[in-house]
């Protein structure tokens, strides 16, 4: 089936530190790959996207790589921000299947000052 | 363009009562989809429409929920009666379609959820 994992959180760190949050996939078809990130009360919003392999989403200073050989879609950032703290999603979604995204358990990011 | 609202916020409500969940998409948007989180865990698929059909309710947990769509336009979520394990949040999303592999993706935009504890 399709599934998404993402490494556990919290994750703490200190601002100006380099973040990675982990995420693999596993899709019976070719899947488009997500971030969605929840600031404290508030939505879902989209971070960032990648479509096909290779292809690099960014935004915000936030970056994954869609890599298909190691199933994998992390997600980085070089310096964070205490504004940067907030829960963050991966989810994949499978072309053809009617749009719906399926996602990663969540991680939650909290920057200190 | 006005995003995805959804409301109530929040509802608190005790075991055995019934609750009403609407969500107005995005003025255009076709796609309207249902997903829940509960507990800290992931977020999951309840169910999508396209305008007033229900085109997957594959993830509805039971049929103490009925989603509606009547008109293609907002969508209402009901449980009935609801149950301590119902609480959690409730998200609704919409999209226009996108293409497919290679090309753009279905891109979801969520409200801001409706959570409901259930006593």
């Known amino acids: 089936g399709n599934s998404v994992t993402q490494m556990e959180g919290p994750v703490t760190l200190s601002e100006e530190a380099f973040l990675t949050i982990n995420c693999t996939y596993t899709?019976?078809?070719?899947?488009?790959l997500f971030w969605y990130v929840q600031y404290p009360g508030e939505g879902l919003q989209l971070l960032l996207k990648a479509t096909k392999a290779d292809d690099k989403g960014s935004n915000k200073g936030f970056e994954a790589t869609y890599r298909k050989e190691t199933t994998s879609f992390h997600l980085e950032k070089g310096s964070v921000q205490v504004s940067d703290s907030a829960v963050y999603f991966c989810a994949l979604q499978i072309y053809n299947q009617g749009g719906k995204l399926i996602f990663g358990q969540g991680t939650e990011l909290s920057v200190k000052p | 363009e006005a995003g995805v609202t959804q409301f109530p916020s929040h509802s608190v409500i005790e075991k055995g009562q019934t609750v009403t969940l609407r969500c107005d998409p995005i003025?255009?948007?076709?796609?309207l989809y249902w997903y829940r989180r509960v507990m800290g865990k992931e977020i999951k698929f309840l169910l999508h429409?396209?305008?007033?059909?229900?085109?997957?309710e594959s993830g509805m947990p039971n049929n103490r929920f009925l989603a509606e769509r009547t008109g293609g336009t907002y969508s209402t979520l009901k449980v009935q009666p609801a149950e301590l394990e119902d609480s959690g949040v409730y998200f609704c999303a919409s999209s226009k379609f996108g293409g497919g592999p290679g090309g753009g993706a279905n891109v979801l935009t969520f409200g801001a959820g409706s959570r409901l504890t259930v006593l």
């Open positions: 899709a019976t078809g070719y899947p488009s």
């Open positions: 003025s255009g948007h076709d796609n």
């Open positions: 429409f396209v305008k007033e059909s229900k085109q997957d």
